[in-house]
């Protein structure tokens, strides 16, 4: 499905292809996120049972100029992982600066298809084990047939990575859109939109709420194509978790996890008994939305699905034989991060979220790293005397604590 303001989404991505990236910065970094990062997928979407030997078949839907095309390819090439990236996009501008990237690399792992999402179904690509949308959903003419055609190529047991945008923290955003279609209308070209939108950013009152909102300093700061993502972009929507939870039961899919979990959980931020009472009593999606009202920060939705009624297998982390692996932060350097009452604090777009550790934490983080077993670290520590019964209850409390927060998961088995 098109109509014409798709034709001037696919214009735009062509003047500007999004996100702004020089290949040549290649050498100095690679960038991170969520979702499509291949710790998360094994354990937020495979629950970390789904064997790391098994070939990866993942398909990037609307990989624009490659962020998370070369994040997962990079990470399954440096892991030895088997399996095969799937580059898709409409835009040639994005393709020539994904494939530059990722030639700069010297990555084999990926296929590139020029094509719309929509064109997924009969198309004969697939099927895909991992599905990554990020970004796109919210720029369709109709994002339900955004989703049912990413599931006609899933495979069973697979799962899908999306990012939308939310409300509440993109305030000022669509106050500022709304002035610039009548400063910048959508049938001018390009540059002069991008000319008279600078030209109104440094006049904006002092009022404007997208002045207090410090959420979009990345793209103001990405040039041509972050502005006009953020702010002339033709079609953009947002979605509450309530929305976004019917959108995906309408597709039939259903959330395994909101990234970070811990920001989608309001008890931390309502300490008052009575309302940790009431929060009790709500059903998953409302406590969601209960900490997305209550935050206010959330400029986008991050979740891992699969099909309804098709939830993963999920790995005991008290099995003796599972290994926990930090994210990114390897778990030993994480006790480093510690106040002195032995908290961690975590800053989400702002917000301050602090996590109480058990006093066995550290000892436990100390010996995480990424090869021993859950058992083989309570064997090191019971022969320094810490009884079984007391390494159990903290390293539960440690792991549920930190897998909230996205920062300690589970590694496949091999």
């Known amino acids: 499905m098109t109509d014409a303001t798709d034709t001037l989404l696919a214009a735009q991505y062509e003047a500007y292809p999004y996100p702004k990236r020089d290949p040549r910065e290649e050498s100095k970094r690679l960038i991170i996120g969520s979702p499509g990062h291949l710790r998360e997928i094994d354990h937020w979407v495979f629950g970390a049972t789904r064997p790391a ?5 993942a398909l990037i839907a609307g990989g624009g100029t490659g962020d998370c095309t070369i994040m997962l390819a990079q990470q399954m090439a440096r892991a030895r992982r088997p399996g095969q990236v799937t580059w ?8 020539r600066i994904a494939r530059e ?7 084999t792992n990926i296929t590139w298809e020029q094509r719309s999402l929509l064109e997924l179904a009969g198309s004969g690509l697939g099927p ?27 495979a069973p047991g697979g799962g899908i990575g999306l990012m939308v945008y939310a409300p509440h923290g993109r305030t000022g955003v669509y106050m500022v859109q709304d002035a610039l279609r009548l400063l910048a209308p959508p049938d001018e070209a390009p540059p002069a939109r991008i000319e008279t939108a600078r030209r109104a950013l440094r006049h904006l009152p002092e009022t404007n709420w997208f002045r207090l909102n410090r959420n979009f300093q990345d793209h103001v700061s990405g040039g041509d194509a972050g502005l006009y993502d953020l702010l002339l972009n033709p079609r953009d929507r947002a979605y509450t978790v309530p929305a976004l939870a019917a959108l995906l039961a309408q597709a039939g899919l259903e959330p395994t996890a909101w990234m970070e979990p811990l920001r989608y959980d309001p008890r931390p931020m309502l300490p008052d008994p009575r309302l940790r009472g009431r929060i009790d009593t709500l059903a998953p999606v409302d406590r969601a939305a209960l900490a997305e009202a209550l935050a206010g920060n959330m400029s986008m939705h991050v979740l891992y699905c699969r099909r309804a009624g098709d939830p993963p297998g999920r790995a005991d982390p008290l099995n003796p034989a599972a290994i926990p692996v930090g994210r990114e932060i390897p778990a030993p350097e994480i006790p480093k991060m510690l106040q002195p009452d032995g ?5 989400m777009d702002g917000l301050r979220m602090p996590i109480r550790l058990s006093a066995l934490a550290q000892a436990i983080l100390g010996l995480a790293d990424g090869r021993r077993s859950v058992g083989e670290i309570a064997a090191t520590l019971a022969a320094r ?6 390494f159990t209850r903290a390293w539960a409390e440690t792991y549920a604590a930190l897998e909230a927060a996205n920062r300690l998961l589970l590694a496949p088995p091999a």
């Open 101 to 107: 990237r990722a030639a700069i690399r010297g990555l």
């Open 53 to 57: 030997s098994r070939p990866l078949n």
């Open 128 to 154: 895909y084990d991992y599905i990554d949308c990020c970004g796109v959903l919210h720029h369709l003419p109709d994002p339900i047939e955004g989703l049912r055609a990413l599931t006609s190529v899933l």
């Open 88 to 95: 898709l996009d409409r835009s040639a501008a994005a393709l």
């Open 343 to 347: 908290s961690l604090v975590l800053v």
């Open 385 to 390: 005397g810490t009884p079984d019964a007391a």
